[in-house]
């Protein structure tokens, strides 16, 4: 079979929104040359789309145009390792899909153990959140919420009583073991985020909260105005 006839049929077997490289077709094709070559002909006759450098998809088509791909697909590279989860879409990437904010950005902000510097992806910027706890599959829905927390005054087009209640919305949802593995990592975070989850789950009489609340200095007072009404256990963890 001639290399471009394989690439076609290997693309037509690709999902919608999958983002690929050169690298998905090297073992059939020993020129990489040649793949791309390929690849940048299809991308040119609109047959696929080039999302940056070295990298394609295949894109999903409505009756508003092309959809671009995931997030997720976007990224996944900077996700995933060998197989190994190292990294996770959060902050601005997610709070939409929380439901904390309507925006959507071009930034996509991904929490690592080990960090590097913002770059660009065509015309998305990818920048990275410091992660102290160990990254698994099953951390990281709290994993995302707590970084909400500890980002919430810097949430996009929303106010900080808006962001809270919705904060207790979601840690609602939460079942027992769940929230004993949220208050763990919070512990790898700031004062002021374990304040303020300690605050909603004194709040929501769920947790162990006393246990967040030994951790922190008591002398010591968090930034978060006027959400007493909202919050009135927040006089409890010195949030003012």
Not at 45 to 52: Q, V
Not at 104 to 115: A, F, H, L, P, Y
Not at 193 to 200: D, E, I, K, N, Y
């Given at each position: ?61 409505t009756v508003f145009g092309k959809l671009e791909p995931p997030k997720q697909q976007i990224v996944k590279d900077l996700l995933e390792e060998n ?158």
């Amino acid at each position: 079979m001639k290399t471009s006839d394989y690439i076609v049929n290997t693309i037509n077997r690709f999902p919608r929104g999958f983002v690929f490289t050169y690298e998905e077709f090297s073992k059939q094709v020993e020129s990489k040359e040649a793949i791309i070559k390929a690849l940048n002909r299809m991308a040119v006759s609109g047959k696929i789309e080039k999302l940056a450098k070295g990298k394609f998809y295949k894109p999903e088509e409505t009756v508003f145009g092309k959809l671009e791909p995931p997030k997720q697909q976007i990224v996944k590279d900077l996700l995933e390792e060998n197989g190994k989860i190292v990294g996770y879409l959060t902050g601005l990437s997610i709070y939409n899909e929380q439901g904390l904010t309507t925006q959507v950005s071009n930034t996509i902000q991904i929490g690592k153990n080990e960090i590097r510097p913002t770059f660009k992806r065509g015309r998305f910027t990818i920048s990275f959140i410091k992660q102290k706890n160990t990254i698994t599959k099953e951390n990281i829905p709290f994993l995302q919420i707590l970084d909400a927390i500890n980002q919430i005054k810097k949430i996009p087009d929303t106010s900080l009583d808006e962001s809270v209640l919705r904060i207790i919305e979601i840690i609602k949802t939460i079942n027992e073991a769940e929230i004993s593995t949220m208050q763990r990592l919070a512990l790898k975070y700031p004062p002021s985020t374990r304040a303020l989850l300690g605050a909603v789950l004194e709040f929501l009489k769920i947790g162990e909260p006393e246990i967040l609340k030994k951790s922190l200095n008591a002398i010591s007072t968090y930034s978060f105005p006027n959400i007493e009404t909202i919050l009135p256990t927040s006089k409890n963890w010195n949030i003012k």
